[in-house]
């Protein structure tokens, strides 16, 4: 069936259901000389009268009648089936794909949004833990999060959280039988536990800055891992210093558990975005979730 045909029949419904042209022309946003011209474009191409009309009223024929009756559920089951899309697009639902960190993932984005997600069950969250920079157009991720400096320009940063600081730190136990380290440099002395990063290729060089003076010290140790958990685990059990975000080891340095040095080394620095294109529509679920890790000073 031609397409005209659909927006005649439409004209037709609207006018059999009102029983009115001048109610159906208001409707449909159309002049009533229009809208009586399509009905008789209808009427001729069928070769059937659909519309008794008269001065005071218009009514539908036999043919009208059966056309109402037949055409009309079909038409409502398409408009009702339409109004539920328009719906579904405007409530928060679909599946968000995000990589991050570690340490974003436990210390942000999972008590963030722990708090909201039993608001919006049709929302589903998809976080995939990865230490090195993942291209996450080519991945299909919905968005990343790293740190501030590491996001590409091309990107839509959203802060998600407070200026981080590192923190160097060893347990009583080792410390006990080696000399505290005061320059970065009195590293190369001791043994440390060390990140390995995929993006690198090799081993994390341990990053410091005093004031201008910025080094970094690519340090050596007994063990190495690719997570910061076990990093601290590792350094708990006075196998060595370890480099972590301070945030980690604030309960373990309050406990008497680890001792940190180099403190006047590891200044502040910007901490997690969520990043995305800048090219990508927002649904309404990617909506929620962006909101929901926006970082607020209080």
Known sequence: MPREDFNNLLAFLAVARARSFTKAAAQLGVSQSALSHTIRRLEERLDLRLLTRT?????????GERLLQTAGPRFEEIEAELAALSAVREKPAGRIRITTTEHAA??????????????????????????GLTDIVAARYDAGVRLGEQVAKDM??????????????????????????????????????????????????????????????????QLAFNGTGMILTAALAGFGLAYVPADLVQAGIAEGKLIRVLTDWCPPFPGYHLYYPSRRQATPAFAVVVETLRYRRS
């Open 156 to 221: 839509i940063a959203v802060r998600i959280g407070p200026d981080m600081r590192m923190a160097v730190v060893g347990a009583p136990s080792y410390l006990e039988r080696r000399p505290r380290p005061q320059r970065p440099q009195d590293l190369t002395t001791h043994n440390c536990i060390n990140l390995r990063l995929p993006t690198l290729g090799g081993l994390y060089a341990w990053e410091f800055q005093k004031g201008r003076h910025e080094l970094k010290v690519h340090v050596e140790g």
């Open 55 to 63: 001065t005071r009223s218009v009514s539908p024929t036999e043919a």
């Open 106 to 131: 436990n210390a942000i984005l999972w008590p963030k949004l722990a708090q909201v997600l039993p608001d919006y069950p049709d929302i589903k969250v998809e976080i995939i833990v990865e230490q």
